[in-house]
């Protein structure tokens, strides 16, 4: 292992920080709307990140279109009762330097996870695991703790070499259908095809990701030539220039992306559930999404899941708007308007974005439904890196983000559990309710679909009633690209999976 990392690293070094080179072959120039912290599997919870890396990373299971749990390295797959899995790898599937991918690896991987001295973000899905065994070179044994039925989801991690380290800016190698090249993280991202991917060569040569975090950049490159494809990072406003762009396809589908207002529950104005009852009333979804949107969203009355899940609950508390029933919830909360329809506000608060245009734009329509019923609101935009990053430390009041993809309605325990609160998951807003709780660990422990279902129905009701967060709604799946690349499809989390399969037809 060693030998590799003293040859690869300088080799890595050099490409990244060498002159832009001409890539020989076929390929596919990818815009995307920000920059990406890491690229490492074990390390990785950024949605671009998650995108990309079923190119350059196996899994034991990945997610097809639809979201549901396929084969990947893992040939076969059992469970042997209700708290063993055994998987089989299939045979001849090989790391990017050669070296064959083993059981080893994968224990490796998820030894590297749960352990707390590495600090990676995904350790807290891994807790119900009691042990990992290797039974031989192309077989492994998970056993957990307790029944926990969502397990097999938490499989899809690239698995990496036995023994590799951690480094920010040089990732370890997969076995994907392609290998890493170039990484300028704030510039582009080049990949290579894979001549040895276990399931055949993909049929381009090359794919060059660029970091656009204009947007009107990004639409320029578009119409002059400069990428051949925008997926989910095209603004509603610019979609009709797009369909006048010789040559070019544009793709909409129904979505699943749910996006929402956060709430930093520890603050002393917002801890209140009143106060985020009465945001949720005071906003005008369906003329952000008519107007602002240009109708390419579904408003959103669940909590996080969409209408299409299984485990979907629409008959939660909903908040139409509604802004006289707002102001009657912050006179109860103890935030008198001091002075009617005049000038001063009840109170002020801080809300985090990014940099994204359109996403700054939804801010201020929503800073100015606020207003109507007292509520000052600070628009602060932040580069993706340091936004992301505040949020996680929960340095925010009220902030916007979407979930992508999700298929596993256990991602409930991710966001609400009390202890998923950050670095152990996605907790941001520090929410805690022992019932909540109580049917979050019951819901990983039932086999029962039907009762899990019942569960998951309640959790929804109360996260609903309590407004942790202000559900806005679902967009659309938005694609742009050039009319002769062929075979793309569209994943339910946005994966880039099938550019593996994309050709080029008639150039």
Known sequence: MGRFTLIILPLFLLLACGSKQTLPGKGIRVGLDGSISTLDPRFSVGARAARIAPLLYSSLLQLDEGGRLVPDLANLWSQLDEVTYLFRLRRGAYFHDGREVTAEDVRATFSFIMDPRNGSPKRGSYAPVRSIEVIDRHTIKFTLKEIYV???????????????????????????????????????????????????????????????????????????????????????????????????????????????????????????????????????????????????????????????????????????????????????????????????????????????????????????????????????????????????????????????????????????????IPPNGANRGRYRNPEVDRLLEASRRTLDKGRRKRLYSRIQKILAEDAVYTSLWYRDNLVVIREWFKGFRIYAGGEYTSLKDLYVEGR
């Open 150 to 420: 969502s397990f097999p989801y938490t499989l899809t991690v690239g698995i990496v070499p036995r023994g590799s380290p951690f480094r920010l800016k040089s990732p370890p190698v997969g076995s994907g259908p392609f290998r890493l090249r170039v990484w300028r993280p704030a510039e582009e991202l080049v990949l290579v095809a894979n001549p040895n991917y276990f399931k055949g060569r993909p049929r381009l040569d090359w794919v060059k990701f660029r970091i656009l975090a204009n947007t009107t950049t990004r639409l320029l490159e578009m119409r002059k030539g400069g990428v051949d494809l925008l997926q989910n990072c095209v603004p509603a406003y610019a979609v009709k220039f797009m369909r006048r762009i010789p040559g070019v396809q544009v793709i909409k589908e129904r979505g699943i992306t749910y996006q929402y207002l956060g709430y930093n529950l520890t603050d002393p104005i917002l801890r209140q559930k009143e106060v985020r009852q009465a945001i949720s009333y005071a906003i005008d979804r369906d003329a952000i999404i008519n107007h602002t949107l240009k109708g390419l969203a579904v408003k959103a009355n669940g909590v996080v899941l969409s209408p299409l899940n299984w485990a979907y609950e629409g008959d939660v508390k909903v908040y139409d708007y509604d802004p006289q029933r707002a102001k009657e919830l912050l006179d109860a909360a103890g935030f008198p308007d001091p002075d009617g329809d005049g000038p001063q506000m009840r109170f002020y608060l801080s809300f985090k974005t990014s940099t994204d245009m359109e996403s700054r734009e939804i801010a201020q329509v929503i800073k100015g439904y606020l207003k109507k019923v007292g509520i000052g609101l600070e628009v602060r935009s932040f580069e993706w890196g340091t936004f992301f990053d505040d949020i996680k430390k929960g340095n925010f009041q009220i902030y916007s983000l979407r979930w992508i993809g999700v298929v596993d309605p256990d991602i409930f325990y991710y966001l609400f559990h009390s202890s998923s």
